[in-house]
């Protein structure tokens, strides 16, 4: 079971078990780079030995050196390449555990981005270590080793090489100065337009129905407009610093032809030098100028790991402990939460108790906190201020998945995942005796108990049928029955309901009084947000939320009561 509460040893350690491919590929690197000097020594073979001496066989025998190191060349840099890929691998079997804990620990907290944003910038990091930059980012460190060499050949080839190179990084530092800013604002930008292009899809027929298709697809237009306003500003940026990279290149290039030219001229060196002198100093530049030109890739790399660790760094708040099972005794303490984005917060300091086989209705306006409330007790929303105590333990001190077997809840957005019925009701563990295609009888009895049982056995496969996304394949009614049923798996100690009749018929309804009778009986504490009076009715105590807040708190009647008297006309209860 992953824990994020590890996930700064786990990076350690996934740093530490890539260590070994990395250090093979800096070797190959270095083997790779050495031989890149075989055609530099090939030429100055030629010209000083073959065409001075007319020597065929000394020809043959360096042509049969040069064929074999290049192919050596090839064979390693191909190597190297897939160690890269290696790499990405492992990281990916290693780090994707911890990040997608991570992330989902993220989006318990309200206001930082969640799994979506966080497994992207993983995934950027994996592509640009295999890709072109990684490559010019190893080769960099071997630049002087040929600086040296073009020293031996002559000092002022060495020189004109050395200058280039102090010029190429001047001009590496200052595209990185200026393109850092754009690169940060390109990171926030981008994951906030694919999150918002996916919300237009989930509401895709409410768009549609209500002749909204227009105004939507011109907001999203908008938006993509300003990313691509500032990616096209990035790209001519880093389009005027590659350009100058290549021309100051090419310049550099023919420069060392050019003195090496005056100095066979002067007898200084031999025309195989002149030659290998060109051909050095272009390998010299190469890699840095496809730093510069990668650099944009290589920021928006560096910032992703920036946020990887940074995220695997806040999440890592201590170990989550196993408790043995609680009885259902819950406190909210001075509860207080701020959702993202808005002005007031969602819940101030709201404190209430539920005992074990006690209901308690959440009662209210539309926007007075409930759902968050009901996000908050069922563990799926950390509090930015308070807690809630689930047989005195904090919530926050339990591993996340051991309080998930104790805790049953449906949200408001009823939250199916694609996959069969079975799966969905045991929250997609393993089956008691190991066989997935076996259903257990915990299933069928939850199913049974949230009045399921006799619809899903009338689908073809029966339990085994498959649900697409958000429970797509069931009617609305349907889903929310087999979300009950799932809430109520191996009878939890601690039920959360959120409007959990708001699709269904009578019949539904009669099987939801049913189960919260014999969640009841057996000493659940339930906390239940409804508004029709049928369930409502099966409240013990209720609590009445207004703008965050906790108005009213008392027995049932008491409170209907109170209501009553005050006409209070925004929120009607019936007893």
Request: charged share 20%; glycine share 10%; net charge positive.
């Amino acid at each position: 079971m992953v824990n994020a509460a590890s996930g700064p040893v786990r990076y350690r350690q996934a740093l530490e078990a890539c260590r070994d491919v990395l250090l093979w590929a800096l070797a190959f690197s270095a083997a790779v780079n050495l031989l890149y000097l075989s055609p530099s020594l090939f030429m100055l073979q030629v010209y000083d030995r073959v065409l001075t001496t007319g020597g065929l066989g000394t020809l043959a025998f360096v042509s049969v050196i040069l064929i074999y190191a290049l192919a050596t060349l090839v064979f390693l840099d191909a190597l190297r390449q897939r160690l890269m890929t290696r790499l990405s691998l492992r990281l990916e079997r290693l780090l994707a555990p911890t990040l997608l804990d991570v992330a989902m620990r993220r989006e318990a907290k309200e206001g930082e981005p969640g799994r979506r944003q966080l497994m992207r910038e993983f995934d950027l990091v994996r592509s640009t270590a295999t890709g072109p930059a990684a490559t010019a980012l190893m080769d960099a460190p071997w630049t002087p080793i040929f600086i040296i060499v073009c020293f031996l050949i002559h000092p002022l080839i060495g020189c004109v090489t050395l200058g280039g190179g102090a010029l190429l990084l001047l001009l590496a530092w200052r595209n990185e100065r200026v393109l850092r800013q754009g690169l940060a604002e390109l990171g926030e930008l981008t994951p906030r337009l694919y999150a918002d292009q996916e919300a237009d899809g989930a509401s895709a027929d409410a768009v549609r129905a209500m002749g909204m298709r227009g105004a939507v697809i011109a907001r999203r237009l908008q938006q993509r407009g300003d990313l691509n306003g500032l990616q096209t500003n990035l790209a001519h940026r880093a389009a005027v610093y590659s350009g100058l990279t290549k021309w100051l290149r090419l310049t550099l290039q023919s420069a060392a032809l050019g003195v090496g030219a005056l100095l066979a001229v002067e007898r200084e060196i031999s025309p195989g030098a002149l030659i290998a002198g060109s051909i050095l100093a272009s390998r010299t530049l190469g890699p840095l100028e496809q730093i510069v030109g990668a650099w944009r890739q290589i920021g928006l790399a560096r910032n992703a790991l920036r946020a990887i660790k940074e995220a695997i760094a806040a999440a890592a708040t201590g170990e989550g402990m196993s408790l043995p099972s609680p009885r259902g005794a819950v406190r909210v303490e001075r509860v207080g939460v701020r959702l993202r984005g808005a002005e007031r917060p969602a819940l101030q300091d709201v404190s209430f108790a539920i005992e074990p086989g006690e209901i308690v209705g959440v009662v209210g306006p539309s926007g007075a906190g409930k759902s968050t409330l009901a996000r908050v007790v069922a563990g799926a929303l950390t509090p930015q201020v308070g807690m809630v105590r689930l047989d005195g333990a904090n919530l926050a001190d339990w591993e996340p998945d051991s309080l998930g077997a104790h805790v049953g809840y449906l949200p408001q957005e009823i939250g199916l995942l694609d996959g069969a019925i079975a799966d969905n009701i045991r929250r997609f563990a393993p089956s008691r005796d190991g066989d997935p295609n076996a259903v257990d009888a915990d299933v069928i009895e939850a199913a049974k108990a949230a009045g399921a049982h006799e619809f899903i056995l009338r689908f073809p496969k029966g339990y085994h049928h498959r649900l697409g996304r958000n429970g797509g394949g069931v009617s609305p009614g349907q889903a929310q029955r087999i979300a009950l049923a799932r809430a109520l798996f191996r009878d939890p100690a601690l039920l959360v309901l959120d409007e959990p009749n708001a699709h269904l018929d009578q019949e539904g309804e009669s099987a939801l009084v049913e189960a919260l009778r014999a969640a009841r009986a057996r000493g659940a504490a339930i906390l239940l947000v409804a508004h029709r009076a049928g369930v409502i009715a099966m409240a013990d105590r209720l609590l009445v939320l207004r703008e965050g807040r906790l108005e009213l708190h008392g027995a049932r009647e008491d409170v209907v009561r109170k209501l009553a008297v005050v006409g209070d006309t925004r929120e009607r209860v019936s007893p």
